[in-house]
């Protein structure tokens, strides 16, 4: 068996930005852009990019509202897409694990 | 090779899911609104009683209108921030419970001491002071901010030692109190609400 089997990895998620906001989004109820930002770490063209792509999944819905005339942009995660982040994690932990009695 | 890599990532990804578990929004804030509405009180009722300046109202009138302050700007701040929040989660709002809890205690508190003769004047920044104490510990622990923690030990220090030497001079050593623990730590953490540490993600599709 080579290391890894990707059959069953949601491609979508298995994106190091796009996990990690799929991550982040799945410990809270809502997170603003500008926090996505910072704790990804990337531009906001970059960003913006990955969760479009998320939002047409259906994983993340994205709430516009103004606070003092500035637009702000909170994020937070759908039923769907907190079932696929979870299904991710559990493929990742179960092909980690049989990577792991391999190597045994 | 791939497996090491993955397992780096998913260690990274785990330590950015307990910062985002972790982080609070904006409590400092309310330590500086409600910090500055209590010094202004202490320092007028310091006046009053030293007869330095006349009252137009009755203290607990005075009170009364300070605490409601208070509460309509936390109201406020509440009804802003909960939209304007960098990230609304679990912790946030267990540490404003806490607080909004706390707050109740001691506005009944304050208000019975000033209206009824159940609870002694003299008592009352001793009681505050341990009071708010009480609330910097599960700050801290929940934060994990070892210094927050401390906090808690002079606030309850510094009560107890009101309530064994009432008096006059407490308001005024309250009030340095707040100013010393509340407002400066409030000024404290919101700044450290903005820019914080990077993630796995760094420069990657």
């Known amino acids: ?104 | 090779m791939e497996t090491e890599t993955t397992r780096r990532d998913l260690a990274a990804i785990r330590a950015l899911m307990e910062e985002s578990r972790a982080h609070v929004s904006g409590t400092g804030r309310y330590w500086i609104l409600w910090g500055v509405v209590s010094i202004f009180g202490f320092v007028v009722t310091w006046l009053g009683a030293r007869g330095a300046v006349r009252l137009p109202l009755d203290l607990s009138w005075i009170w009364g209108g300070l605490l409601a302050l208070g509460w309509a700007g936390s109201a406020w701040m509440g009804w802003r921030g909960e939209r304007a929040a960098a990230v609304v989660n679990e912790v946030t709002r267990i540490v404003y419970a806490i607080w909004v809890g706390l707050g109740v205690v001691l506005t009944v508190g304050a208000l019975a001491g000033m209206i009824t003769p159940l609870i002694s004047v003299e008592a009352l920044p001793g009681l505050l002071a341990v009071t708010v104490g009480a609330g910097y510990l599960p700050t801290g622990s929940i934060r994990g901010l070892g210094w927050l923690r401390w906090l808690a030990g002079v606030w309850w220090a510094g009560g107890a030692w009101m309530l064994l030497r009432p008096g006059l001079h407490t308001l005024l050593v309250l009030g340095a109190m707040v100013v010393a623990l509340q407002i400066v730590p409030g000024i404290v953490l919101e700044r450290s609400g903005a820019p914080g540490r990077s993630s796995p993600a760094r420069g990657t599709p």
């Open chain 1, 1 to 104: 068996m080579s290391e890894f089997d990707h059959t069953g990895i949601d491609r979508l998620i298995h994106s190091r930005i796009r996990l990690s906001v799929m991550a982040i989004l799945a410990c809270v109820d809502h997170a603003r852009f500008t926090f996505l930002r910072e704790k990804v770490n990337t531009s906001d063209g970059n960003l913006s990019t990955h969760l479009s792509r998320l939002e047409d999944a259906g994983y993340v819905e994205a709430e516009k509202t103004f606070v003092d005339r500035k637009p702000l942009t909170r994020y937070r995660l759908t039923g769907e897409g907190r079932r696929a982040f979870r299904a991710y994690v559990d493929r990742m932990e179960t092909l980690l694990g049989s990577a792991k009695e391999d190597e045994r």
